[in-house]
Structure formats: C-alpha cells, structure tokens
C-alpha cells in the first residue's frame, strides 16, 4: 500500500511558500522518492496546491464534488512508483467541516469530524501520514484575522474574528478528530516557529517528510507574506461586507503593491491586533492543551519554544489608525495608480 503524506496546514505556517516550492521542484523531488502530484491528474484544474480537492470533499466547490477526489486519489495510487511516498498539501483540510443536511458551521464539532471521516473514505487505498503544523494561538489567530481581511470584504474586530474561529484554536480537538480517522501514530506534528528559524521553511518542511538531500533545488523568496498592520488596518477600513472578488482581488494587489514600493510610508501602529491582555487570556485557556499536545505527540513538555509572557510583555500596545494617517495612507495609494502600479485597479 503506497504511502501518503496529507499536509493539513494549518493556515499561515509556510504553507504557501511550501507548496510553491514543491511545484517548482516536483522533479527532482520525485527522484528523491517524493511524489507532489499536481492536481489536473484528475479533474482538477492546474494548481500549485490541492485546495480543490479539499473543497470537493466537503462540498463546497460547486463544479466538483467528492466523487471527483476520489478519482483524483486513486489515479495517484495507480500511477505511484514502487516504494516512492506522496505528498498531498492544503491548508483547506485542516478547516473544513461536512454538513449534507444543511448549512455548514465550522464551529460544530460533529460537522468538523464528518469531514474528516469524509477524507478517510477518499484515501482508503493509501497508508496516510497526517503531517499538521501549529503556530502559536495568538500569533496564528492574528495571522488568520489578517488574511481574512486581504482576502475578502471582512470588516469585524479581531476579538469577534477569535470568537468566530474559536474551533481552529483548540488544536486539541483538531488533532484528536485527525488521529481518530488516522491513527495516533500516523500523526505527524510539528511548530511553526518563525523567529527562530535558521533554515528556509521548505528545508525544514523535507526534513519532516524524510528529504534529506537539498542539493540543486530551487527555493524562491517568501510567498504570502503578511503585509505590516497598518496596510492592512487601512484595507479593513475600506472593506465592504459582500464586495465583490474582482474588487477584492484588485484591492488586495493595490495593498500588496503598496507593501513594498518604497515611496509609500507607513504609520507605525504596532504590529499586533490583539490587545497583551487578550492574547495572555487566549493563551492561558490553550496551555493545557497545549501541555497535552506535547507531550502526546513531541514527547516533551512544552508545545511552543520561549516565554510567551515575557514576549508579549515587550510588546508595544497597538492602536488605532488616526483620521490624518488614514488620508495619508489614501493619497499614497492613489499615487501608485496614478503612476500605473497597479494595472488592476
């Protein structure tokens, strides 16, 4: 039975970077005994990640459904090489829940597991590792809250967005619903530590699944990075709920473009969404479950490296955008379309 490595995310951790990484090199990689099929081997279109297929499953994507995945995984198993692994990547596994019957709650717990008994049924051919990786609760929750913003019209505080996505911080029951399906010791779990990295994060991410030879592969520059909260402070502002993808998309291009044209300055407001207080409190709720995930699945005792309090405690207090840096901000915007920077907007 051929094996296969279901990277879940979760969301913000690299995966992106990863993804890209494992589509430029696929290979090579593939000659080191690591398969990253692409997703049109099936009925899916061309993409650097499975996010699709995910969709499919919990039937979400109103062109495919769970029976297209299903033919997708088994044209893998047929088509595998004699003793190669295959990875498969999305983030979208790790946050979605089924509901047939109705309207989806990805807060519900039964929902959350019934996708993943879902994802069992469509990798029964296969002997699957679930490999998952944990960002720290406040840092991925601000993470999440910030793409949230880019990626769609979201306006809300980021106290009713932790409220709203309370079941992806319980990373406790997350990898329990994962290891019921698959199994405790098919569970491959791992930190996102990304101020103490000494290596890319695709290096890193081989060294989990068992690529040791790096020699010749080509790692690009970060993908996906978040940029600093004042932009996207400026973007929730102008959000509107419902707004349309195109508009969204180009909004998003103009912030990203802004990110990184050097003529456009930006307030600084602090880097943080959360207030110290709110992430102390977050963080106190998770710490037993966070003992428990370590010890279960690292076999050591702490989950996440440093001093979380100390950290948080040499943090500035973030505030608010004022009236005058909003307007500057806006100018400097509508400078970069003036000078064609943005050719979508």
């Given at each position: 039975m051929p094996e296969l490595i279901l990277h879940i995310g979760t969301h913000k951790t690299g995966t992106t970077?990863?993804?890209?990484?494992?589509?430029?090199?696929?290979?090579?990689?593939?000659?080191?005994?690591?398969?990253?099929?692409s997703p049109d081997l099936g009925s899916f279109p061309k993409h650097y990640a499975h996010h699709?297929?995910?969709?499919?499953?919990?039937?979400?994507?109103?062109?495919?459904?769970?029976?297209?995945?299903?033919?997708?995984?088994?044209r893998v198993r047929r088509r595998a090489r004699h003793a190669e692994r295959i990875l498969v990547s999305a983030e979208p596994f790790y946050r979605h829940a089924l509901n047939p019957d109705g309207p989806v709650d990805r807060q519900d717990p039964a929902q959350l597991h019934r996708f993943v008994e879902a994802v069992g049924t469509c990798l029964g051919g296969f002997d699957v590792k679930v490999l998952v990786a944990l960002r720290r609760q406040d840092r991925f929750a601000e993470s999440l809250y910030a793409e949230q913003i880019l990626a769609s019209g979201y306006t809300a505080s980021i106290e009713k967005f932790v409220s709203a996505r309370s079941a992806l911080l319980d990373y406790r029951?997350?990898?329990?619903?994962?290891?019921?399906?698959?199994?405790?010791?098919?569970?491959?779990?791992?930190?996102?530590?990304?101020?103490?990295?000494?290596?890319?994060?695709?290096?890193?991410?081989?060294?989990?699944?068992?690529?040791?030879?790096?020699?010749?592969?080509?790692?690009a520059p970060p993908r996906n990075v978040t940029p600093r909260r004042a932009l996207v402070e400026f973007k929730r502002l102008i959000n509107v709920n419902g707004q349309p993808t195109a508009t969204n998309r180009a909004l998003r291009q103009w912030i990203e473009q802004a990110a990184t044209d050097p003529t456009v300055t930006t307030p600084d407001i602090g880097e943080r969404y959360m207030s110290p207080r709110s992430r102390?409190?977050?963080?106190?709720?998770?710490?037993?479950?966070?003992?428990?995930?370590?010890?279960?699945?690292?076999?050591?005792?702490?989950?996440?490296?440093?001093?979380?309090?100390?950290?948080?405690?040499?943090?500035?207090?973030?505030?608010?955008?004022?009236?005058?840096?909003?307007?500057?901000?806006?100018?400097?915007?509508?400078?970069?379309?003036?000078?064609?920077?943005?050719?979508?907007?």
């Amino acid at each position: 039975m051929p094996e296969l490595i279901l990277h879940i995310g979760t969301h913000k951790t690299g995966t992106t970077s990863i993804q890209h990484f494992c589509t430029d090199n696929r290979k090579a990689l593939r000659a080191r005994g690591l398969w990253y099929p692409s997703p049109d081997l099936g009925s899916f279109p061309k993409h650097y990640a499975h996010h699709r297929i995910a969709h499919a499953i919990a039937g979400v994507d109103s062109n495919f459904s769970i029976d297209d995945s299903r033919r997708f995984f088994d044209r893998v198993r047929r088509r595998a090489r004699h003793a190669e692994r295959i990875l498969v990547s999305a983030e979208p596994f790790y946050r979605h829940a089924l509901n047939p019957d109705g309207p989806v709650d990805r807060q519900d717990p039964a929902q959350l597991h019934r996708f993943v008994e879902a994802v069992g049924t469509c990798l029964g051919g296969f002997d699957v590792k679930v490999l998952v990786a944990l960002r720290r609760q406040d840092r991925f929750a601000e993470s999440l809250y910030a793409e949230q913003i880019l990626a769609s019209g979201y306006t809300a505080s980021i106290e009713k967005f932790v409220s709203a996505r309370s079941a992806l911080l319980d990373y406790r029951q997350r990898l329990d619903d994962w290891a019921s399906v698959f199994g405790e010791s098919n569970m491959i779990v791992a930190t996102f530590e990304p101020t103490r990295r000494d290596q890319p994060v695709e290096y890193e991410f081989l060294e989990l699944v068992g690529v040791n030879d790096t020699n010749g592969l080509d790692v690009a520059p970060p993908r996906n990075v978040t940029p600093r909260r004042a932009l996207v402070e400026f973007k929730r502002l102008i959000n509107v709920n419902g707004q349309p993808t195109a508009t969204n998309r180009a909004l998003r291009q103009w912030i990203e473009q802004a990110a990184t044209d050097p003529t456009v300055t930006t307030p600084d407001i602090g880097e943080r969404y959360m207030s110290p207080r709110s992430r102390i409190d977050l963080l106190d709720r998770s710490l037993d479950d966070n003992e428990h995930i370590a010890e279960r699945f690292l076999e050591r005792r702490q989950l996440f490296e440093g001093s979380a309090i100390e950290e948080i405690r040499r943090t500035t207090q973030a505030r608010d955008l004022t009236d005058a840096e909003f307007r500057q901000l806006s100018q400097a915007m509508w400078q970069l379309v003036a000078r064609g920077a943005t050719s979508d907007v």
